[in-house]
């Protein structure tokens, strides 16, 4: 077992866990931040995609012990203190960018650093490098336009 400590949505957390537990499952599982979904648990989805030390990353690829001391937002930890919605999530909202909702923490956590980043420029640059992010029931036109409108702010 391996002591490990990580600041999640601005709180510090320790943690004691194995070695081979992937940084999804000790969010899920350990701290019961359950807005970040597992779907394909191989990196091929990007459902888990959250944001570590400004940098987004899949989760389930992600060993917990490797990212020791790091800062690690979710989708929990988005919103404002206040319940303000960040852009982003507000832009989802708006353009209706989702359908079963179960790829949504995902892309938006994935957009988020996308904007972040700040390489897209044009919808082209959006969608290959959003490509990490399926999502299965087709709503990439609202989520490209979701996006473009939460980075003109």
């Not at 931040?33 to 030390?53: E, F, N, P, S, W």
């Not at 989760?59 to 690690?72: N, P, Q, R």
């Not at 989802?92 to 904007?115: E, M, N, R, W």
């Not at 990490?132 to 473009?148: D, H, S």
Request: glycine fraction near 12%; charge should be negative; hydrophobic fraction near 35%.
């Amino acid at each position: 077992m391996n002591d490990i400590a990580l600041t999640i949505n601005g709180q510090k957390k320790n943690l004691t866990l194995a070695p081979w537990t992937t940084l999804l499952d000790a969010l899920r599982e350990h701290l019961d931040l359950t807005g970040t979904k597992k779907g394909c648990d191989h990196g091929q989805c990007g459902a888990c995609t959250v944001i570590c030390d400004g940098q987004r990353i899949n989760s389930c690829l992600t060993f917990a012990v490797m990212k020791d001391g790091s800062e690690v937002t979710t989708i929990e930890g988005l919103a404002k203190a206040g319940g303000e919605l960040h852009p982003v999530q507000q832009a989802f909202i708006k353009h209706d960018a989702f359908q079963c909702g179960y790829c949504t923490p995902g892309q938006i956590c994935s957009g988020v650093g996308l904007i972040k980043e700040g390489h897209a420029k044009t919808d082209d640059e959006i969608r290959e490098l959003m490509s990490g992010n399926i999502c299965r029931c087709g709503a990439y036109p609202n989520i490209l336009a979701a996006l473009k409108e939460a980075m003109s702010k």
